[in-house]
């Protein structure tokens, strides 16, 4: 397929930024799944995406829900793009857990229609960069559902010279009455030569809504330092205890106990 | 020095933001002891537990602290905290996702170089949350995070519990303590005096845990001096006229 | 209900919406030529080099694209905007009797000279393209300050301090209207604060546009010298007219050593203006500078104050309160490179949204590799008072070094029904209640502002409030 233009969000900013989309190659292959849960259905699917070019539609039928776990690991391949496209009905919650921990390059795509009422979203993004890995995360909530709720937690810790760009929108549409989204991102940053960028987005136009948003972005808090070693652990394991941290924040949501629980173990060796 | 002499501070000054704050301490504490430390707000009293854990937002200018002989302010926090000093934070600091379970039992790793086992660790904490009459819950809760003032408080009780210093400070300084909180504070002392040598360094106005406490020593610090050292009787001398015959002011505690 | 909120609208316009004939004033053809652009220059008496810069920066405004980022600008024929016109005044003043009557009643109205007479150290006051009026106050002269008109500098003794400056900060090249304010720009400030002069009082300058169909784009250019303080007041207006007006005026502040310059904007231009204005400060160590901006009129706004925090522990702070109406769709914010260690930037915005206006907070917080032990807070809050309303947030961050500490909330909600009731419980209608709310709402601007101004504004917001309750 080319060059194409990944990961745009609904409203643009100032060029010079360079974060309205990015420009990647994308095979000519794409996987593709599609799961629709039916009414008052529930499904758990994990994929690893392990191809470099994924699509995943899904459709979650009146107070079904869907939870999609989706990891990255290091030894994927290079470059991994990965679309996700799912349509709330009517008290229908998506649960999206994306876990990167590492990679070349990541593109992640995560865009979910609450388009019923008290239809819900719920995404929890960890990730780890080290060396030059990056990661250019789109994820957008559209409210059209009255009462609809949708909540974008991220977590992740980025170290040598990592590069990461996570866009998140909350589009709070005419038709949304009660609606209420936020999203929240904390980032550690190790080291020097890192690079981050955080665009939290909300869009409104409907008056009896909520929207928040917050973002803590940089190296471990003072505080928070002093206070691990004043209980005796050494500066540099209390930076380790606090990146582990961030990734075990997001981990520990994960509502299947086998993947969890590998994902934790496989912390506990890294560690 | 005495060589009984667990924690030994001379001439302690302390400055904050370039604004001296302690003015030369002189202090004294057995293996054993309990001494309470009082006076009015913006005495030093908190400055006095910072500056021997090591926070680094204060800046010591003169004077010597050692525990067992060796010397505090040469050390790094973490060292202070493996010689066996321990303080109890005011605001203890929200760190989500690392339970509260898993951060003392690093925390004793690290201090030990050992591996503690999960097994064992877990019944000591289960039968530590039994004393404090605290929730199995809040073992598995991110450390401090979402935590309530008093639930706060009850975390810092339950890890003095668990890591076992030779010397506590409790600064209780914030007199925002609900009932609840101020009964885990107390219990925790009691049970933290069951060891004969542990040694305990109380900061508090609070009359429902100085009632309990028969302290050894009670000191009274004004401006960044101690004016006054002497037994329990001050507690009670304090509790009728407040700190006005040392400050010159009428300033009840 | 529509026919209430006309009334009010038309209420608010009463004190703004007078205008006199422009018939008497010389116009310059429409649409943009290298002749018409060399017009200006002849008029102008420009110096050599700020004749070529005008032809430069026309060619490369006809390069340029336009924004297509934000909102719509397609209203804006520039072809048939007439970019030059002069009220037919001889030169600038500095006696208010010597500024011609109907410019004078203008002013008047609108209460310039009697807030110079009470509360300003110096005033100016620009009339369409052209500086009309100009005065400092003796003390303030005597301690060096010079407040003067930007042209008429460019042929004494400051040229070479103007000139090394002159579009340094804002280059053609950073947008289409910063490209077109170079080749047509007229009339604007130059102000210096020399060493260690504290001005107490502020200085203001007073924008008005009048003609219809006209751009104004005026350059004001302030330099703070080390340890030096000032405040800069400025305010804008025009009177309502059916065809599109433009603002590109060019903002350009130079903060010393150890300097604080505090800059605050009360913009009430009319609802069918273009404001495309660019202001930026560039600040040295130590130094810090004060944004305060009530935004309240135009149709379209593009409006993004920026502070590049080049020396170390420099400082910017900025605290804006945005209010978008009927017809409106205002897009500012700011822009903060933190381009030095242990720089500090806090940022601090309100944004209210009503009857059909649409408000975007568009900001970027850039913190350079070399930044460590910088700071920035951003703080944005935004309320909607009805459905047909927009309310959008879409800040950046940009953050190339650990050494930082970066914070961001923003937070979009509805006046509270409790809150109003509340008011009302204690006898005040409910209208008068949300105006109230809105008003208190919006003292993060309020709060900074001299206290004459603050009034203005909370009558601005309490007009505006009127006349919404379905």
């Given at each position: ?13 100032f ?73 709330c ?14 990679g ?56 040598g ?111 | 020095m ?17 604004k ?28 006095l ?5 090591g ?24 060292e ?26 690093t ?15 877990h019944?000591?904490v289960?039968q ?11 073992a ?58 542990a ?55 | ?35 018409i ?31 297509d ?32 009557d ?10 310039i ?17 052209e ?18 008109d ?43 604060v020399?060493?260690g ?18 751009g104004?784009f ?118 903060i490179?933190?381009?030095?260690p ?39 809050q935004?309320?909607m ?86």
């Open positions: 397929m080319g060059e194409m233009l990944l990961n745009r969000p609904i409203a643009a900013t060029r010079w930024l360079h974060v309205n989309g990015t420009k990647v190659n994308v095979p000519d292959t794409v996987l593709e799944r599609s799961v629709d849960v039916e009414e008052n259905g529930e499904e758990t699917v994990v994929t690893e995406c392990a191809t470099p070019n994924e699509k995943f539609v899904g459709s979650v039928g009146e107070n079904g829900t869907l939870r999609l776990i989706q990891i990255r690991r290091k030894e994927d391949p290079e470059q991994v793009i990965n679309d996700v496209s799912v349509r009905a009517k008290g229908a919650r998506f649960e999206w857990y994306r876990v990167i921990l590492g070349a390059a990541t593109y992640d795509n995560c865009s979910v229609a609450l388009e019923g009422e008290e239809s819900s979203f719920a995404a929890s993004i960890g990730y780890r960069l080290g060396g030059t890995e990056k990661a250019d995360i789109n994820c957008e909530a559209i409210h059209t559902g009255p009462k609809s709720r949708s909540d974008i937690y991220s977590s992740g810790v980025l170290s010279q990592a590069d990461k760009l996570l866009r998140g929108t909350i589009d709070l549409r005419h038709g949304c009455v009660g609606a209420e989204g936020a999203e929240m991102e904390d980032v550690l940053l190790m080291d020097e030569d890192v690079r981050n960028r955080t665009v939290p987005v909300i869009l409104c136009t409907e008056e009896d809504v909520a929207g928040a948003h917050g973002a803590t972005i940089g190296r471990p808090d003072a505080n928070t330092v002093y206070y691990l070693q004043s209980r005796g652990v050494p500066r540099e394991e209390t930076e380790k205890m606090l990146a582990r941290a961030k990734m075990d924040a997001i981990i520990r949501r994960i509502p299947a106990e086998s993947v969890r629980d590998a994902l934790l173990k496989a912390e506990d060796e890294e560690a | 005495d060589n009984n002499d667990l924690l030994a501070v001379e001439g302690l000054r302390v400055s904050a933001e370039e001296e704050i302690l003015r030369g301490i002189d202090l004294k504490i057995g293996k054993g002891e309990t001494h309470v430390l009082m006076g009015p707000n913006g005495a030093g009293k908190s400055t537990a910072g500056a021997l854990m926070d680094p937002r204060l800046t010591v200018t003169g004077g010597a602290a050692r525990i067992n002989g060796e010397d505090l302010l040469e050390m790094g926090v973490h202070r905290a493996r010689a066996g000093l321990y303080m109890s934070f005011q605001n203890p600091v929200e760190v989500p996702g690392i339970s509260l379970e898993n951060f003392v039992r925390a004793l790793e690290q201090r030990s170089g050992e591996k503690v086992r999960p097994w064992a660790f019944k000591e289960l530590v949350l039994k004393t404090l009459e605290m929730d199995e819950s809040y598995e809760r991110d450390l401090n995070y979402g935590f309530s003032g008093g639930e706060k408080k009850k975390a810092e009780i339950f890890q003095l519990l668990l890591l076992k210093p030779s010397l506590a400070i409790l600064d209780e300084t914030d007199s925002g303590l609900d009932v609840d909180a101020v009964r885990t504070v107390s219990r925790g002392i009691e049970e933290f005096r069951k060891n004969q040598d040694s305990l360094l109380v900061i508090t106005h609070n009359a429902a845990i100085l009632e309990a406490l028969h302290p050894d020593a009670v000191h009274i610090l004004v401006d960044g001096r101690i004016v006054k050292n002497g037994g329990p009787e001050l507690i009670g001398e304090i509790g009728r006229d407040g700190f006005a015959a040392y400050t010159g002011e009428e300033v009840h505690a | 209900m529509n026919g209430e909120k006309t009334q009010v609208e038309d209420v608010h316009q009463e004190f703004y919406d007078f205008r006199f004939d422009e018939s008497d004033f010389f116009k310059v053809d429409s649409g943009l030529t290298p002749e652009i060399s017009q200006i220059s002849d008029e102008k008496k420009d110096p050599a080099w700020m004749r070529e810069f005008r032809q430069h920066a026309l060619e490369v405004y006809s390069r340029m694209k336009m924004p980022w934000g909102p719509s600008v397609e209203g804006l024929n520039m072809d048939n905007i007439v970019t030059y016109v002069r009220p037919n005044t001889e030169r600038m003043n500095t006696r208010w009797e010597d500024v011609p109907d410019i004078k009643e203008t002013f008047d109205r609108l209460g000279p009697q807030a110079e007479r009470t509360s300003l150290a110096g005033v100016g006051a620009q009339y369409d393209s500086l009309v009026y100009h005065n400092v106050r003796e003390e303030v002269a005597r301690a060096g300050v010079i407040y003067t930007i042209e008429s500098a460019l042929h004494g003794p400051y040229a070479d301090l103007i000139r090394e400056r002159f579009m340094k900060l804002v280059p053609l090249t950073d947008h289409k209207f910063a490209a077109l304010h170079g080749a047509v720009w007229s009339g604007g400030s130059f102000v210096y020399p060493k002069v504290h001005v107490d009082i502020p200085l203001q300058s007073y924008f008005r546009l009048n003609a219809p169909g006209a104004q005026e350059h004001t250019l302030i330099i703070v010298d080390e340890g030096a303080y000032l405040h800069f007041i400025e305010g804008c207006s025009a009177p309502k007219y059916n065809v599109a007006n433009l603002h590109a005026g060019c903002v350009e502040l130079f903060v010393g050593r150890n300097a604080t310059l505090r800059y605050s904007t009360i913009e009430n231009w009319s609802k069918n203006m273009y404001n495309l204005n660019t202001k930026r400060a560039k600040v040295e160590e130590g130094g810090k500078i004060e944004w305060v901006t009530g935004s309240f009129g135009s149709h379209i706004s593009y409006l993004y104050p920026m502070s590049i925090l080049a020396g170390r522990g420099s400082r910017s702070e900025f605290t804006g309160v945005t209010f978008a109406g009927a017809g409106q769709i205002l897009d500012t914010g700011c822009k490179v933190h381009a030095a242990d720089t500090t930037s806090y940022v601090n915005t309100r944004s209210i949204s009503k009857s059909g206006g649409e408000n975007i907070f568009r900001s970027a917080v850039v913190v350079e590799k070399n930044a460590e032990n910088s700071k920035s807070a951003v703080s944005c935004s309320l008072v009805d459905r047909i309303s927009r309310s959008d947030t879409v800040p950046v961050m940009d953050v190339k070094t650990n050494r930082a500490d970066i914070g961001h909330e923003a937070r979009i909600g509805r006046i509270s029904n409790d809150a109003v009731f509340y008011l009302m419980s204690r006898g005040v209608t409910e209208e008068e209640a949300r105006a109230l709310i809105v008003s208190g709402f919006a003292d993060n601007v309020s709060k900074e502002l001299p206290l004459e101004y603050a009034v203005e504004m909370n009558n601005l917001i309490r007009i505006e409030m009127k006349g919404v309750i379905g």
